[in-house]
Structure formats: structure tokens, C-alpha cells
């Protein structure tokens, strides 16, 4: 469904990027995962067109991105970026309803199926009742889950995502993290970008791990989510343990503190066992 | 509650759909209430005047020239000359430049995604004091002082927008600068013509640089107006890509609206109204800067709403200024002094009370 392959890009002489592939199939959630400045923003523009890449191809759904028309392509893929704040106070509805202007037609425009469609996106992420707000007066997480309804209400085969959870509390970024997995399993195609280790193995069908030299690992989480591969982007950072059969990603800091304190409160206990003896 | 009924069926057979949750008939209503005073205001005006004619002649005269079975020999000839040949025309340009300074604040607002820029800000105006300078000062070279306003208007923003293009990109910051620049040769420039010209010539200027209503005629109107109602038709067909074009750049691409292509033409049009308002009436400001805020205020940053809104208080705003200009003292006052003492203290009224729901 998505296919990047060797894809170059610079901004002026710095190169940010060269020689990137992946590929991501059709129903995947995929994340992006890899640390601050490592392009995956930048990789996100060039596959969205909003950057013209030196050298390389992207092709979606079978097109190659450079033939694809700016209407053709907002029907086929939508974007949710890094929460940002318009100047205007548009309502939650509007803004969600804008997701629809690539299925518009006609003078009239807008008709009740792209209002359904809106609602209906604002119910299925459970803000409805923020329609009536103003946009840019909501926080930076309640904006993030607007974007995402207007993802959802574009309707489109493809959906990237820059850090779609980064702003919001724990119950929300797992919440999202579900509409995710359930737009997948409808036969939408995600990229997502995230932080979280935790979240891209937990969640994801499928992991890409970059660098700034590239893409360092390419899979699905239990492969590619290993302490090997961390250790080469976080240098020694993370330790990767198993808890009641789900993975996770620790801080080393904290797993070595945690193992300590409890060999103390176990070898505490002993003693007090004995003494009770 | 059956009026309410049959207003709605005619807007669904027009193709209008209603949805809870999306109730956009009270802007409509606005909207109508909205046209309904500006039509009001401009009865009003025609009837006021500092030759005192009873308004019963006054609406005698207006009626006998616009039914087709109306007789127009009938009436004063005096009468018929000032209210049809004078007060009219003035009415009627007084709604075409509110209508276009309006309507391309609106725009020019939504393109730059910033409430606080006005038509101006690329410099038309600066262009066009400068070219009708020229024309003041040199008539043996120009065809006329509207004309070479016009052009010069024009040239300005072209200039402008030549500037801030790199790569196939215009970036907003880069565009506005570039329009401080421009304009602020042209200032100089104007001050050139100002230093240079005769004392009759630096008085037509600067009672052009303060606007007015003072020369309006039926040429004007038939000019200006058909051009201006044709772009405001076509601004407000593109009311929906601007609240897509006013949420970034980046944005309206994924949403598949070509930035570069969408404000470029519409920039071009706004510009085009913009600079025949100006080169017609001189520079009255405050209009475009004020206007699309009430609308704002009224019915929400929706720029369908807006751009028709702001249009039609454009409108009424400069009868009632106009009005005010000719009627407050026997000789009369640039419109522009008018529209911006009224105008500066309710745009500060906004900030305190209201700063907040719109400036974000």
C-alpha cells in the first residue's frame, strides 16, 4: 500500500536523510519510532509531497506520489500533525467537517452525508460534546483528538500520524491507540510516528526504527523492539523485560533500582520471617 | 412558526441540507436581516441631504426612474438632477467600495491566517496615492487621475509578490514585508509629488489621499460595480477554501487545496477590487480592516458566513459615513477622517471586551 524506497532528502547542503525504504502493507498500523531529530517528520513531508525529495520514489496505493495531483492525493491519504492553532476560532464541528473538503462538490458543497460523517467521526473518538467549542481554546490533547476526527472523517485509504498521542493523559493515548488499531483492522493503512517504545510494540503490527543514519530495523515489535536495537539508538538506556508475558520497556536506571529494592524488601522479609520463627 | 417553514423549503430546494447539530439557518437569518439594513440605510440616505427635499419627492423621483411605466418629465428638474444624478450614484459607490474594502479584508484576513491585516498591507494603496499623485501633477501624460491610480495600484502588489517568490513558494512573512518595503517606497515617492507639485495640485492631493465620495457619478457606478459584484460572487464561492487556506499551508494541501494556486488567485482578485475602490474613491480606511471583525463577531469565523457579512456591513458602514460626510457641515468632509474616528474606538472596544474569543 505504501512503498518508500531509497529516498534522499537535504535541507540545503545538511543531508537529513539518504537512502530510506520501508514498506508498509495494506490494514497495518505501523509506527515510526526513532529519536528527536532523526527526520521522521521530515520523512512524513516527503511522502506527503509538502517537500520534494532528491532522489527516491514513494508510491501509494500502486501510483507514484509525483503523479499524484494535490485533490487525488488528500482523497487518498490524511495527515494529523503535531497539535498547532489556527487564528480563528472555528468550532470543533467545523474543523472536523473540514476533513470532508476533498469529497466535496457542487455550489451547495456540503451536504448532510459529510455533516453525518463528522458527527459521526467526533462520536466514534467520544468528544461530541466539545462540538460547539472553539478549536483553538481547547488544549493541546483535546486539539490532537480533533485532528484525529478530522483524519477519520477524510475517509482515506491512508492515514499518517505525527505523534498522535503526545499531548494527551494515559487513558487517552491508550484510547487512540484502539481507534488505531480498529481503523487498521477496517483496511486503513497507518504510519504512525511515536516516542513511546512501549505503545509501537504493544500496538503496532509492524515497527520501523530509524536513526540518523537511516532505518535501523525494519519488522514486526517482538523482533524489532529488542534491547540490541535500543541500545543502538538510546546507547544503553533500555532494558527490555517481560511481564506476565507482555514485553516491556524499561528504563535500565529504574529496572536495576527496582531489582535492588527487591532483593532488600525480599531479604527484609526473610529476617522478619525468621524472627516471627 | 410557518414562515420559519416555508423559509426552510425554499432553501431545501435550493439544495441546502439540514442537520442536527449544525444549525446554520440563524446565520442565514443574519445574513438577510443583514441585506435587509443595508437596503434600509441606503433609503435613509437618499432622503438626507444639505438641500432640503421633502422625502415624499425624494421617493416620487426614485420611483419614477426606476418602474418602467414611470414618467420623469413630471418631476423638478432641480430635484430630479440632485437626488438621481448626485445622490444615487453616490449611494450606490458608497456600497460598491464598502462592499469590495470588505469583502478583500475578509480574504486578504484568511489568506495571511491574521485578523489583523488589512487590503492595504501589499501596498495597493501606497501604489495608487502614488499614481494618481502623477496623474495630479502631470495630466498632459496620463489619461486620467483614476487610471493611472488603478495601474499603479496594481503594480504595486505585483512588485510585491515578484519580491517574495523564491523557489516557487510565497511565504506569508516574506510577503508582508515584502508590502511594507513596496509601500513604503511608494510613500516616499508620493512625497516626491507632494515636494515638487503647486500648491492647487498638493491640495488635490491630499484631499485625495483622504478619500471621498465627492466626484461619484453614474460612469463610477457603472464602472466599478459590475466588477466588484462579480469578484465578491466569486470571493464567497471560495468561503470554504479559505477556512481551509486560514488553517496553514501544510494543512490545506492534505486537505487537497493547492496553497499557491488558491491565494494567488485569490489575492489577485481581492487585489483587483481593492485597487479600483482605491483609484475610484481614494483611500478610506479602517473599512477592510473592521468589517470582516463584526461579521466575526456576528456569525463566527465560518468565511462563508464571513465574506458575505463582512460585505454587506462594508456597505452600510460607508452610507452611513458618507451620509455623515455631506450632511454634518455645509462643506463637506473626506469620508476617511469619518470612518476612522468612528472606527478606531470600536475596534478598541473589541480588544477589551472581546480580544480574546477572536484574536485567540
Not at chain 1, 539518504?18 to 515510526?32: A, D, K, Q, R, T
Not at chain 2, 513558494?169 to 513604503?184: D, F, K
Not at chain 2, 512625497?191 to 492647487?200: A, H, P
Amino acid at each position: 500500500m505504501l512503498r518508500v524506497r531509497d529516498l534522499h532528502f537535504s535541507y540545503g547542503k545538511k543531508p537529513v536523510f539518504e537512502g530510506v525504504s520501508f514498506e508498509v502493507e495494506e490494514g497495518e498500523l505501523c509506527g515510526l519510532f526513532g529519536p528527536n531529530g532523526c527526520g521522521k517528520t521530515t520523512l512524513f513531508k516527503c511522502c506527503l509531497k509538502f517537500l520534494k525529495f532528491h532522489r527516491g520514489s514513494v508510491v501509494m496505493n500502486g501510483i507514484d506520489i509525483t503523479d499524484h495531483r494535490i485533490e487525488k492525493m488528500a482523497k487518498l491519504v490524511a495527515y494529523v500533525p503535531q497539535e498547532h492553532k489556527p487564528p480563528f476560532p472555528y468550532l470543533v464541528k467545523e474543523v472536523v467537517l473540514m476533513g470532508r473538503t476533498p469529497h466535496l462538490r457542487g455550489v451547495f458543497g456540503i451536504g448532510r452525508k459529510d455533516k453525518e460523517r463528522a458527527l459521526n467521526a467526533l462520536e466514534v473518538l467520544d468528544i461530541g460534546h466539545l462540538a460547539d467549542q472553539p478549536y483553538n481554546q481547547l488544549s493541546g490533547g483535546q486539539r490532537q483528538m480533533v485532528l484525529m476526527a478530522r483524519a477519520i472523517a477524510q475517509d482515506t485509504k491512508i492515514m499518517f500520524l505525527d505523534e498522535p498521542t503526545s499531548a494527551l493523559d494515559f487513558s487517552n493515548q491508550i484510547r487512540i491507540w484502539e481507534i488505531m488499531r480498529r481503523v487498521a483492522e477496517e483496511g486503513v493503512t497507518i504510519l504512525a510516528c511515536s516516542h513511546d517504545p512501549n505503545h509501537v510494540s504493544w500496538f503496532c503490527n509492524k515497527v520501523v526504527v530509524m536513526n540518523r543514519n537511516g532505518i535501523v530495523a525494519e519488522g514486526a515489535p517482538h523482533h524489532v523492539i529488542t534491547e540490541q536495537v535500543l541500545d543502538e539508538i538510546y546507547q544503553g538506556v533500555c532494558t527490555v523485560r517481560s511481564l506476565g508475558g507482555t514485553r516491556m520497556v524499561m528504563p535500565k536506571v529504574v529496572a536495576d533500582k527496582e531489582s535492588d529494592e527487591i532483593s532488600i524488601e525480599s531479604r527484609v522479609g526473610m529476617r522478619r520471617a525468621a524472627a516471627v520463627r | 412558526m410557518a414562515e420559519e417553514l416555508k423559509r426552510l423549503s425554499i432553501l431545501e430546494r435550493l439544495g441546502y441540507e439540514r442537520i442536527e447539530g449544525f444549525s446554520e439557518e440563524r446565520k442565514v437569518g443574519i445574513l438577510i436581516s443583514l441585506l435587509a439594513l443595508m437596503i434600509v440605510a441606503a433609503a435613509i440616505a437618499i432622503s438626507l441631504g444639505v438641500y432640503e427635499i421633502s422625502v415624499i419627492d425624494v421617493y416620487n423621483i426614485t420611483l419614477a426612474h426606476l418602474s418602467p411605466l414611470g414618467d420623469t418629465s413630471a418631476v423638478n428638474r432641480l430635484y430630479d438632477t440632485i437626488v438621481w444624478e448626485l445622490r444615487v450614484p453616490r449611494i450606490l459607490l458608497a456600497i460598491t467600495v464598502g462592499v469590495a474594502l470588505a469583502t478583500s479584508g475578509a480574504v486578504f484576513q484568511g489568506c495571511f491566517r491574521n485578523p489583523l491585516v488589512e487590503p492595504y498591507i501589499l501596498g495597493v494603496s501606497s501604489g495608487a496615492a502614488f499614481g494618481a499623485s502623477l496623474g495630479i501633477v502631470y495630466p498632459q501624460f496620463f489619461l486620467s487621475i483614476q487610471v493611472s491610480a488603478f495601474v499603479f495600484g496594481s503594480v504595486a502588489v505585483a512588485l510585491a509578490y515578484i519580491l517574495a517568490r523564491t523557489r516557487d513558494e510565497t511565504p506569508i512573512v516574506t510577503l508582508i514585508l515584502a508590502g511594507v518595503i513596496i509601500g513604503s517606497v511608494f510613500s516616499a515617492l508620493v512625497s516626491i509629488m507632494k515636494y515638487i507639485s503647486n500648491d492647487s495640485a498638493l491640495r488635490e492631493i491630499v484631499f485625495w489621499l483622504m478619500g471621498g465620495f465627492y466626484y461619484a457619478s453614474w460612469k463610477d457606478v457603472a464602472l466599478v460595480s459590475p466588477v466588484v459584484i462579480a469578484s465578491f460572487l466569486v470571493l464567497w464561492f471560495f468561503g470554504w477554501k479559505l477556512n481551509i487556506l486560514s488553517m496553514g499551508d501544510e494543512e490545506a494541501r492534505t486537505l487537497g487545496v493547492s496553497p499557491e494556486k488558491y491565494k494567488f488567485l485569490l489575492i489577485s482578485i481581492a487585489t483587483l477590487i481593492t485597487s479600483l475602490a482605491v483609484s475610484t474613491v481614494g483611500i478610506i480606511a479602517w473599512v477592510g480592516l473592521m468589517m470582516p471583525h463584526a461579521a466575526r463577531l456576528l456569525l463566527g469565523p465560518d468565511h462563508r458566513f464571513v465574506v458575505p457579512a463582512a460585505a454587506m456591513l462594508g456597505g452600510t458602514y460607508l452610507i452611513v459615513c458618507d451620509t455623515l460626510a455631506r450632511t454634518l457641515t455645509s462643506a463637506e468632509i473626506p469620508v476617511g477622517i469619518i470612518t476612522s474616528i468612528l472606527g478606531a474606538p470600536y475596534l478598541f472596544y473589541l480588544l477589551r471586551t472581546r480580544g480574546r474569543a477572536i484574536f485567540g
